[in-house]
T-cell receptor, first 114, second 112 residues
Framework: GAVVSQHPSRVICKSGTSVKIECRSL??????MFWYRQFPKQSLMLMAT?????????EQGVEKDKFLINHASLTLSTLTVTSAHPEDSSFYIC??????????FGSGTRLTVV | GDSVTQMEGPVTLSEEAFLTINCTYT??????LFWYVQYPGEGLQLLLK?????DKGSNKGFEATYRKETTSFHLEKGSVQVSDSAVYFC???????????FGSGTQLTVLP
C-alpha cells in the first residue's frame, strides 16, 4: 500500500533558528502533497498545497515566507519553518496524494521551539 | 464553502458499548466521504470511505453510510474495544478541489 514517511518525528529547536521537515512518498509518485498544522486537541488546519515542480499554494493567513515549501520531486516535499518562535510549536502533518481518492498521511512532526 | 460538523467530544464508553459519532457536511457537488483515525502522537490513518450515495464504508468493525438526503456520514461500531481509543475525524472530499475538509475531531476513550 501507499506509504508516506515524515521526518523527523520530533524536533526541538532554539528560537530564531530554522527547521526542515521532510515528507516522502515511499512507493508511489505524489503529484500533490499537503501540509497541515494541528494544535492540541484541535482539528487539522491546511497550511498549503504543494505541487511538484511549481510553487505551493498557501491558505489564507499562512505566511509563505515563514513556512517555505519545496516539492522538487514526485516523492519529496519539504516544509521549512524559518526563524522559528515558540508560537510555531505545533504538530505538523503531511499528506501525499496519488489519485483523487488516495490520500496517505505521514506520522507527523512534533515541533517545539524553546 | 465546504464544511463539516462533527459530534463534539470527548466521548467516554465502556468496553463493548455501542458507538455513534455524528457527522454532517455541506459541500458543492457530490463529495467522497472519509473517516480518519488518529492515535496519540501519530498521523492520520484512513478508517473507511464511501464515494457515492448509499455506499457503506466499513473497516475493523466500524461502519458509515453515505446519506445524501441528510448529508450525513455517521460512524458506528457495535462493540468498542479499549484499543479503539483515539481521535476520529470526518472529512468530505470535493473532487474538483482535491482537498479534504476535516471536522473538529471526536476524542473517544474506551474504558475496560
Amino acid at each position: 500500500g501507499a506509504v508516506v514517511s515524515q521526518h523527523p518525528s520530533r524536533v526541538i529547536c532554539k528560537s530564531g533558528t530554522s527547521v526542515k521537515i521532510e515528507c516522502r512518498s515511499l512507493d508511489f509518485q505524489a503529484t500533490t502533497m499537503f501540509w497541515y498544522r494541528q494544535f492540541p486537541k484541535q482539528s487539522l488546519m491546511l497550511m498549503a498545497t504543494s505541487n511538484e515542480g511549481s510553487k505551493a499554494t498557501y491558505e489564507q493567513g499562512v505566511e509563505k515566507d515563514k513556512f517555505l515549501i519545496n516539492h522538487a520531486s514526485l516523492t519529496l516535499s519539504t516544509l521549512t519553518v524559518t526563524s522559528a518562535h515558540p508560537e510555531d510549536s505545533s504538530f505538523y502533518i503531511c499528506s501525499a496524494s496519488r489519485s483523487a481518492l488516495g490520500y496517505t498521511f505521514g506520522s507527523g512532526t512534533r515541533l517545539t521551539v524553546v | 464553502g465546504d464544511s463539516v460538523t462533527q459530534m463534539e467530544g470527548p466521548v467516554t464508553l465502556s468496553e463493548e458499548a455501542f458507538l455513534t459519532i455524528n457527522c454532517t457536511y455541506t459541500a458543492t457537488g457530490y463529495p467522497s466521504l472519509f473517516w480518519y483515525v488518529q492515535y496519540p502522537g501519530e498521523g492520520l490513518q484512513l478508517l473507511l470511505k464511501a464515494t457515492k450515495a448509499d455506499d457503506k464504508g466499513s473497516n475493523k468493525g466500524f461502519e458509515a453510510t453515505y446519506r445524501k438526503e441528510t448529508t450525513s456520514f455517521h460512524l458506528e461500531k457495535g462493540s468498542v474495544q479499549v484499543s479503539d481509543s483515539a481521535v476520529y475525524f470526518c472529512a468530505p472530499l470535493v473532487r474538483a478541489a482535491r482537498q479534504l475538509t476535516f471536522g473538529s475531531g471526536t476524542q473517544l476513550t474506551v474504558l475496560p
